[in-house]
T-cell receptor, first 111, second 117 residues
Framework: EDKVVQSPLSLVVHEGDTVTLNCSYE??????LLWYKQEKKAPTFLFML????IEKKSGRLSSILDKKELFSILNITATQTGDSAVYLC???????????FGEGTQLTVNP | GAVVSQHPSWVICKSGTSVKIECRSL??????MFWYRQFPKQSLMLMAT?????????EQGVEKDKFLINHASLTLSTLTVTSAHPEDSSFYIC?????????????FGNGTRLTVT
């Protein structure tokens, strides 16, 4: 059975802290790993990773994939209250376009 | 950028009635759309894959007679929750992928909050 596991499930930090969110996966025919940020409504796309060892970066957010160890991390530096959200990791497979989502990490950044 | 529009954003209905949710791709054609359900503090669960011009593919445990999916055009998929019950109350989200490449990310609609009383 395909599985995506995120940790921690919940995280509370203070503004300015750096956080690392984890995502491990076991899926057949891996194609890509995606990170989404979900606030009140639907998820918004952050990163898509397909190759090991290549860091994707966007402002204070960065992510990297390890296809050998089957995991990815999402880093957020100098966190702000606006970073508070659920961060979802999803894995896409070569067969079709479906995504398997992890449970998400609820990040709360306190001022 | 690509936009997926979902309507309505929220709906309250009485038990036993049916509710239709629309998902539109606004600036691209989507031969495939996906319907997810999300319960509070839980992740997105894929319900079904909507295929333009053919039958939807349902995930295990999802009742196809209860959650009717119609993908009549390349820009519109609808999900109808038939004979809704309180346990169907949930957040329903649709998504679609731009057809530019096989590996482009999914874009999500803003979701529909369904409350069945």
């Amino acid at each position: 059975e395909d599985k995506v596991v995120q940790s921690p499930l919940s995280l509370v930090v203070h503004e300015g802290d750096t956080v690392t969110l984890n995502c491990s996966y076991e899926v057949t025919n891996f194609r890509s790993l995606l990170w989404y940020k979900q606030e009140k409504k639907a998820p918004t796309f952050l990163f898509m990773l397909t190759s090991s060892g290549i860091e994707k970066k966007s402002g204070r957010l960065s992510s990297i994939l390890d296809k050998k160890e089957l995991f990815s991390i999402l880093n957020i530096t100098a966190t702000q209250t606006g970073d508070s959200a659920v961060y979802l990791c999803a894995v896409g497979q070569t067969s079709g376009s479906r995504l398997t989502f992890g449970e998400g990490t609820q990040l709360t950044v306190n001022p | 950028g690509a936009v997926v529009s979902q309507h309505p954003s929220w709906v309250i209905c009485k038990s036993g009635t049916s509710v239709k949710i629309e998902c539109r791709s606004l600036d691209f054609q989507a031969t495939t759309m996906f319907w997810y359900r999300q319960f509070p503090k839980q992740s997105l669960m894929l319900m079904a894959t909507s295929n333009e011009g053919s039958k939807a593919t349902y995930e295990q445990g999802v009742e196809k007679d209860k959650f009717l999916i119609n993908h009549a055009s390349l820009t519109l998929s609808t999900l109808t929750v038939t004979s809704a019950h309180p346990e169907d109350s949930s957040f329903y989200i649709c998504s679609a992928r731009e057809p530019r490449t096989d590996n482009s990310p999914l874009h999500f609609g803003n979701g529909t909050r369904l409350t069945v009383t």
